[in-house]
Every structure is written in C-alpha cells, then in structure tokens.
C-alpha cells in the first residue's frame, strides 16, 4: 500500500501548507492582471491563498500577489467578489450536472426517500428556507455533510424548476466535486462549510 499524500501548497497571506482543496490558485495574466484559477489550469506559477474572504481581502490590499509574483501585479479590490461569485456559480453548474446525470434528487420527500439508503451522499437546504424542515431531513440525513449555502432562487435556478428547498446528492464524482466547491465558497459567505 502506497502513501499517498494530497497535493499541498502554501498560503501566501498566513503562510500554512494546506491540501489544495482548501486553497485557491491565482495566475498573472500576460498583461500583469491577477486572476482566478478556479480549476487549476491556466500556465505559469500557481499562487495559492487560503479560500477565505479575509486572506483574499488582505492580499489584495497589502500587495502580497506582487510580492509572490516577483513582478509588478495589478489585483483590483473587485477580486474578491468575482472569486466569490465564481465559486458559487461552480457550486452551481455542478449541482445541474448531477441533476441532467440522475445524481441529484430535489423536494423534501424524495430527499426523505433517498436519505433513507445507502446512496445519499449530500444534502442540502436552501439557506432561506424553513428551519424545521432542515431539521428533520438534518436528523434522517445522520452525519452527511449538510450545505445550506445558496438560496431558493439560486438553487430554483441551477436544477431549473421552482422553489427547490431541499434537495440531495447521491454518491460519485459530483458529489466530490460540489463538496470541495461549496467548502471553498463558505469562507467567502461567512457560513459553515460542509
């Protein structure tokens, strides 16, 4: 048996090493611009934050992607909100992936019902929606990660019909997938991760 290691890389702002999962990797576009490498793939030294609001906040203010980068950076304030916004919209279009995939099931009884089998890996609950509906699924779900981050609206659009509350995740691939996205945005929107 092979120990394999996460890949890990270092915060620039509070210098931790952490899995890549929990981190956020920057590129420097060719005209000096910092960006976001959500899905880790544009060329050039990777720069890694910690995927909180407060890290990005600060490394933008106090220069710290010049100082990574060797090199004169332009990182606008707006860099914040466009990263929380990409990882909402990732959290999202995966959400609609494992739907059109028959990965996703929405609406509190098909939820209860699923929640009953082996399959469900993830629930999740409209953040504005009602608590005591959350709670009796958050009961049945045992100790599945529950992701009450996006709203009715959100959610009602990513799996396109109406008024989507609650809905589940079997497991696979997306579920991964939506777990690693969404506990990345929950350091942008001051909430639990799952």
Not at 29 to 45: C, F, M, Q, T, Y
Not at 46 to 67: N, Y
Request: with cysteine; net charge positive.
């Amino acid at each position: 048996m092979s120990d394999h290691k996460a890949p890990e890389r270092k915060c620039i702002v509070s210098g931790e090493v952490r899995d890549k999962k929990d981190l956020i990797r920057f590129a420097i576009s060719p005209d000096g611009h910092v960006v976001p490498d959500l899905a880790e793939n544009l060329p050039g030294r990777g720069i890694w934050l910690s995927a909180r609001r407060e890290v990005l906040t600060e490394a933008v203010a106090r220069g710290r992607f010049a100082r990574a980068a060797k090199a004169k950076v332009k990182a606008d304030a707006a860099l914040v909100d466009d990263v929380a916004g990409q990882l909402a919209q990732r959290g999202l279009e995966t959400l609609g992936l494992a739907r059109r995939a028959g990965h996703l099931v929405a609406g509190f009884e098909k939820v209860r019902g699923v929640l009953g089998g082996e399959n469900a890996a993830v629930l999740i609950a409209a953040s504005d929606g009602a608590a005591d509906g959350r709670e009796k699924l958050s009961r049945l779900a045992g100790g599945l990660p529950l992701v009450s981050l996006f709203s009715v609206e959100e959610l009602s659009l990513a799996l396109g019909r109406e008024n989507v509350v609650h809905a589940a995740l079997t497991s696979g691939g997306l579920a991964d997938r939506f777990l690693m996205e969404t506990n990345r945005l929950a350091g942008f929107r001051d909430q639990p991760g799952p």
